[in-house]
């Protein structure tokens, strides 16, 4: 399989109604992606009040931004699949936090690919600047939210799942507790966080739905990880000497892992290449770390298994210190990297993606416990 398809970039500045309503005039010239964000069906009413009174209690303005865009498209909220739960998507990740004690040039770093399928993915990258809010630049999820990003401040947040999914579609794991999803998670921490401790702090008591590795960082060198896994969680944070941080979609905090004891082979494999990648005694470079995202599984972390649903769909070095991402849409291996500086805007709004496949084999998903 080889075809190019379509990526975006979306610029929003305003106040959360305000954005609402431009993002609803943008998804008007794109039949499917609006197909994609209305729901085919009602959504339980009592399931959106549910999310609304979360969303104003840890994201406040997600839901005057969700008002603008049903108003544009003049439809109702509730018409909306962001409420829906389902939405969670099938897809790996591999992410680290490399701190100044292991850099050359004593900055913080965060590595991030993204791998699922570009027919489920916005394939659209947003700088967004919500008036009273920190602005912030990261890919969109489900359109509203956030798979990661980097804020003004330097705080960088970044999510994978912690063993099979939880959602409503085929061969994901049904949610055990009422709570917020990835992608609002991670918006909620940029836009109101400055560091790792805010964030730790920010959701500390709030109710989480998703199963999840979720990866913090901030320019002053601190990072911190956080694991949820059916309403359990466990945190561990960065010491004065901590090098790294890394995850891929399997569990690591003991108390999790007893928990979910099994994992797909090739989470495994991405981790212990970063591990080996990592634990030398010598400092790394800005061009070694870019290097993890320019080479193909097993001997690097992009993965082209398009057909399966896990390829990459972008990835991204994040530098904390000069607030920098550099990307790319899809596979960097395919496509050319992009550098951008949070707040910033990209000089093409609508971009062609390369998309390859590659078989890997059965032994791709085969379960190790």
Same mark, same amino acid.
């Given at each position: 399989?080889? #075809?190019?398809? =379509?990526?975006?970039?979306?610029?929003?500045?305003?106040?959360?109604?305000?954005?609402?309503?431009?993002?609803?005039?943008?998804?008007?010239?794109?039949?499917?992606?609006?197909?994609?964000?209305?729901?085919?069906?009602?959504?339980?009413?009592?399931?959106?009040?549910?999310?609304?009174?979360?969303?104003?209690?840890?994201?406040?303005?997600?839901?005057?931004?969700?008002?603008?865009?049903?108003? &544009?498209?003049?439809?109702?909220?509730?018409?909306?699949?962001?409420?829906? &739960?389902?939405?969670? =998507?099938?897809?790996?990740?591999?992410?680290? !936090?490399?701190?100044?004690?292991?850099?050359?040039?004593?900055?913080?770093?965060?590595?991030?690919?993204?791998?699922?399928?570009?027919?489920?993915?916005? @394939?659209?990258?947003?700088?967004?600047?919500?008036?009273?809010?920190?602005?912030?630049?990261?890919?969109?999820?489900?359109?509203?939210?956030?798979? #990661?990003?980097?804020?003004?401040?330097?705080?960088?947040?970044?999510? +994978? +799942?912690?063993?099979?999914?939880?959602?409503?579609?085929?061969?994901?794991?049904?949610?055990?507790?009422?709570?917020?999803?990835? @992608?609002?998670?991670?918006? !909620?921490?940029?836009?109101?966080?400055?560091?790792?401790?805010?964030?730790?702090?920010?959701?500390?008591?709030?109710?989480?739905?998703?199963? @999840?590795?979720?990866?913090?960082?901030?320019?002053?060198?601190?990072?911190?990880?956080?694991?949820?896994?059916?309403?359990?969680?466990?945190?561990?944070?960065?010491?004065?000497?901590?090098?790294?941080?890394?995850?891929?979609?399997?569990?690591?905090?003991?108390?999790?892992?007893?928990?979910?004891?099994? @994992?797909?082979?090739?989470?495994?494999?991405?981790?212990? %290449?970063?591990?080996?990648?990592?634990?030398?005694?010598?400092?790394?470079?800005?061009?070694?770390?870019?290097?993890?995202?320019? =080479?193909?599984?097993? &001997?690097?972390?992009?993965?082209?298994?398009?057909?399966?649903?896990?390829?990459?769909?972008?990835?991204?070095?994040?530098?904390?210190?000069?607030?920098?991402?550099?990307?790319? %849409?899809?596979?960097?291996?395919?496509?050319?990297?992009? =550098?951008?500086?949070?707040?910033?805007?990209?000089?093409?709004?609508?971009?062609?993606?390369?998309?390859?496949?590659?078989?890997?084999?059965?032994?791709?998903?085969?379960?190790?416990?």
């Amino acid at each position: 399989m080889k #075809e190019t398809i =379509q990526a975006s970039f979306s610029y929003l500045e305003g106040t959360s109604y305000e954005i609402g309503r431009r993002q609803g005039e943008e998804i008007k010239k794109n039949p499917v992606a609006k197909n994609t964000v209305l729901s085919v069906k009602p959504i339980d009413e009592a399931k959106c009040k549910d999310m609304e009174k979360l969303m104003n209690q840890y994201c406040p303005g997600l839901n005057e931004e969700l008002q603008g865009f049903a108003d &544009e498209l003049n439809v109702k909220p509730s018409d909306l699949n962001f409420f829906d &739960e389902a939405l969670l =998507q099938l897809g790996g990740c591999s992410l680290g !936090a490399v701190l100044p004690i292991k850099t050359n040039d004593h900055k913080t770093y965060v590595l991030r690919n993204y791998d699922l399928s570009p027919a489920i993915s916005d @394939m659209r990258l947003c700088t967004t600047k919500v008036k009273g809010k920190y602005s912030h630049t990261g890919f969109s999820v489900s359109y509203f939210g956030r798979s #990661e990003g980097l804020n003004e401040k330097g705080f960088c947040v970044a999510f +994978a +799942a912690c063993g099979m999914p939880v959602g409503k579609h085929p061969g994901m794991k049904k949610p055990t507790i009422k709570g917020l999803q990835f @992608m609002v998670i991670v918006r !909620a921490l940029l836009e109101n966080c400055k560091d790792v401790e805010e964030g730790i702090s920010y959701i500390e008591d709030m109710p989480i739905g998703t199963n @999840m590795n979720l990866l913090l960082a901030d320019a002053d060198g601190h990072a911190a990880l956080i694991e949820t896994y059916d309403g359990k969680r466990a945190v561990e944070k960065s010491t004065n000497k901590s090098e790294y941080m890394i995850a891929t979609n399997h569990a690591l905090f003991p108390h999790i892992s007893r928990i979910e004891n099994s @994992m797909l082979e090739q989470s495994k494999v991405r981790y212990d %290449f970063m591990e080996n990648s990592l634990k030398s005694n010598d400092l790394i470079s800005k061009n070694h770390l870019r290097s993890f995202l320019l =080479q193909e599984y097993p &001997e690097g972390l992009t993965v082209h298994n398009y057909q399966q649903h896990f390829g990459t769909v972008h990835s991204i070095l994040f530098d904390l210190n000069a607030k920098q991402l550099e990307f790319s %849409f899809g596979s960097p291996i395919q496509n050319n990297m992009h =550098q951008l500086t949070v707040g910033e805007a990209l000089p093409a709004s609508d971009l062609n993606v390369l998309v390859e496949n590659t078989d890997y084999g059965p032994s791709f998903w085969r379960m190790k416990v």
